[in-house]
T-cell receptor, first 111, second 118 residues
Framework: DTEVTQTPKHLVMGMTNKKSLKCEQH?????MYWYKQKAKKPPELMFV???????INESVPSRFSPECPNSSLLNLHLHALQPEDSALYLC??????????FGPGTRLTVL | AQSVSQHNHHVILSEAASLELGCNYS??????LFWYVQYPGQHLQLLLK??????LVKGIKGFEAEFIKSKFSFNLRKPSVQWSDTAEYFC????????????????FGKGTKLSVIP
């Protein structure tokens, strides 16, 4: 089973809202990732958690706040986003730094 | 830092034509190489990967890729494409660390859109 699940599938929010994206995997992977993907572009790495600790933050604005409550779950808390933050947000996981398996993504629209 | 270049932005083929998508990477050390596919409206799926061993790797749906170390290339091939292969294809690389585990930073190429005409 190489499944990574993400909720919600779609999210529309205003610039003053607070929302969260959720990601879950049950493959025993110890690395989890958040990516942002704009239309017709490759995914851009935002954050990496390794063994539930934040190991990489690619200079992401503080209006994006990741959280890893346990080894199976990864959240991305959103606050005061801008319209240019509208994108597909992808979660991925890997055993360590090897093959990454991607979830279906959350399509976010910021009004 | 590593980088990945995909030569073709958009490839248009008729069904049954052969496919080759180019991918070159830039990195001085040992790398792990991947091809991912993203069908319209769907998520990224792993097509195939190369870590070590036989440089000709076979993936799902009849795809294969050849790692040529001297050319820093990892081209994707399929002998006969189908309409259902219409998708965006991404080549990606991460650096292999001394411990044998890859780097967490997966670098993607810009992608090649494949359109197959029935």
């Amino acid at each position: 089973d190489t499944e990574v699940t993400q909720t919600p599938k779609h999210l529309v929010m205003g610039m003053t809202n607070k929302k969260s994206l959720k990601c879950e995997q049950h493959m025993g992977h110890r690395a989890m990732y958040w990516y942002k993907q704009k239309a017709k572009k490759p995914p851009e790495l935002m954050f990496v958690y390794s063994y539930e600790k934040l190991s990489i933050n690619e200079s992401v604005p503080s209006r994006f706040s990741p959280e890893c409550p346990n080894s199976s779950l990864l959240n991305l808390h959103l606050h005061a986003l801008q319209p240019e933050d509208s994108a597909l947000y992808l979660c991925a996981s890997s055993r360590r730094g090897d093959t990454q398996y991607f979830g279906p993504g959350t399509r976010l629209t910021v009004l | 830092a590593q980088s990945v270049s995909q030569h073709n932005h958009h490839v248009i083929l008729s069904e049954a034509a052969s496919l080759e998508l180019g991918c070159n990477y830039s990195y001085g050390g040992t790398v792990n190489l991947f091809w991912y596919v993203q069908y319209p409206g769907q998520h990224l799926q792993l097509l195939l990967k190369y870590f070590s061993g036989d440089p000709l790797v076979k993936g799902i749906k009849g795809f294969e890729a050849e790692f040529i170390k001297s050319k820093f290339s990892f081209n994707l091939r399929k002998p006969s494409v189908q309409w259902s292969d219409t998708a965006e294809y991404f080549c990606a690389v991460n650096a292999d660390t001394y411990s044998g585990a890859g780097s967490y930073q997966l670098t993607f190429g810009k992608g090649t859109k494949l359109s197959v005409i029935p």
